[in-house]
Structures are given as C-alpha cells and as structure tokens.
C-alpha cells in the first residue's frame, strides 16, 4: 500500500515555538474545502470504520498520538500520527479507523468537499464489494 505523507514547512523562533503551514493546491494534492477537527476525545477510543466514495482528506494531529489504520481491502497499515508537521493524506476507497493514543489528542481534517452522508460506506462487506474490479493503490 502507498502510504502518503506531507511534512509541512515549519518555522522555529527561538525559545517561541514553531509555526507550522501547509498550502492548498502547493502542499496538499487537492483544493480544500472542509476542514473540521475531532477534540476532547479519551485514550482509548476508536472512531472511523467507514471509507468514502469520492472524499480525499488530510489529516493530522497538532496536539497528542493517533493512530490511523488504513485498509485497501487488501492490506492494513497503521500510520501513527505523532508528529505536528506530518500530514497525511487519504484517499477515496481507503477503510480508515482512528485509535486514540493519548488523551485530549486533536485530530485535524482538510477535505475536498463538503459533508455528504451519502459519501459515506459504513458496512466493510458494502466496502469489499464497491472496491471490486476498481484499478485503485
Ligand atoms: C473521516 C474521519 C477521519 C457532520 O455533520 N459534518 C461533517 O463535516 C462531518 C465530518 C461529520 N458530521 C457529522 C456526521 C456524524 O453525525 O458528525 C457526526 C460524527 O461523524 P463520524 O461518526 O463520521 O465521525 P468519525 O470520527 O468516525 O469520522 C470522521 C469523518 O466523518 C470521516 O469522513 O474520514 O473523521
């Protein structure tokens, strides 16, 4: 599986802390139109356990440690987001689950398009079959 992943440019001043950036179009493999963030979640929890039709997304954690599980349908690899300068990007097709780590971690998205239900495959078996005969990574 290609995982891919976005180091943002980062601006270190002295004894002030970092300012990290990342540019829609430059950076990002997309024009961004949604972002939303997932916050004040506990060390435990799992989210995710669906994949997207159309939706290609960004994601990436300012503050604590996920755990992101990708799943081709053919093979599963865990990327952990630990890191507030790495991104990375997930396409359509692609089962995701999110684990949390650590307390209180935030997890940032920059999507493509907006919220549609309709996007959603939320059953794996639905998820097997759409991917069925698709030229997909
Ligand atoms: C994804 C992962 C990484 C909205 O009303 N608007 C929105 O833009 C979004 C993203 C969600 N919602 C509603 C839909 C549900 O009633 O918020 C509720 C929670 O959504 P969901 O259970 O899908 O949340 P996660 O954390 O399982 O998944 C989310 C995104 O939905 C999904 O696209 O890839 O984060």
């Not at 979640?41 to 604590?64: D, I, M």
């Not at 996920?66 to 799943?71: A, C, E, G, H």
């Not at 396409?91 to 971690?105: G, L, T």
């Amino acid at each position: 599986m290609i995982i891919q992943t976005i180091r943002m440019k980062s601006v270190t001043a002295e004894g002030m802390g970092t300012l990290s950036v990342f540019e829609a179009e430059h950076d990002v493999p997309f024009a961004i139109k949604r972002i939303y963030y997932i916050h004040d979640v506990p060390a435990g929890v799992q989210r995710g356990g669906h994949a997207h039709k159309k939706l290609r997304q960004l994601l990436w954690c300012p503050y604590g440690k996920i755990r992101i599980r990708l799943d081709n349908g053919r093979e599963k690899t865990d990327v952990m987001l630990d890191d507030p300068t790495i991104g990375l990007v997930v396409e359509h097709y692609m089962w995701r689950e999110m684990f949390w780590e650590q307390d209180n971690s935030v997890l940032c998205v920059a999507a493509d398009s907006f919220y549609e239900a309709e996007d959603y495959i939320r059953d794996y078996d639905e998820f097997l079959n759409a991917i069925k005969g698709k030229d997909l990574d």
